[in-house]
């Protein structure tokens, strides 16, 4: 087995894919082909793990510019952390041994909308399975609501956005023993992101 990649150089790594991506020199089509393929048959060792929005605008291979193998995804509306999600970070660190995983967020987000509305307008959806979506977004905004943010909603928004990807942090840090240990023993890092639709890059929270 390969040595991990560290939570350092896993970093740089999104980070340069990133500027790749915003800046119009994407290399990974060429990666893409009948070769690579084959070679993933012999198992994987993605340098990250991304657990982000389910948003169609937000794929994360494409805005990092990586290729096959490259990162373990994890999408789900929100990017709330619920039980399946924590059991999947701590399937890849135990046994892919990545060392970085990255909650990403992203401007425009619609479940954070929905969560916005169902606080301040009392519109809730009539899908209990979409509720428990919003519940988990809920105390990540609730608190803004005491604050002038509930009179502009383009900045509540915003603020709601990277308050969600912490709180997911948070959960994901503090949430489950197997992460708190490999954060402890064994380099793991666990920071926050928030993609911008309007101009393709992507901001890290807490980075290193």
Known sequence: MNSPVS???ALARLRDGNH????HQTATNAQLNHHQR???LAGQMPFAVILGCSDARVPAEII???????LFVIRV???IVAPSQVG????AVSRYHTRLVVVLGHSHCGAVTATIESLLDGEDSESRNIASIVDRVKPAVAGFL???LRHDRLALHRAAVRANVRASVDHLRHGSAMIEAFIV??????????????TGAVNFFDAF
């Open 7 to 9: 939570a350092s150089t």
């Open 77 to 79: 509306a929100g990017n």
């Open 185 to 198: 023993d064994h380099g793991l890092q666990v920071i926050g992101a928030e993609y911008a639709l309007e």
């Open 146 to 148: 005491d604050t002038d």
């Open 88 to 91: 999947s970070v701590e399937f």
């Open 20 to 23: 790749r991506f915003t800046t």
């Open 38 to 40: 084959l070679e993933q």
């Open 64 to 70: 990092f510019d990586q290729g096959l193998g490259d």
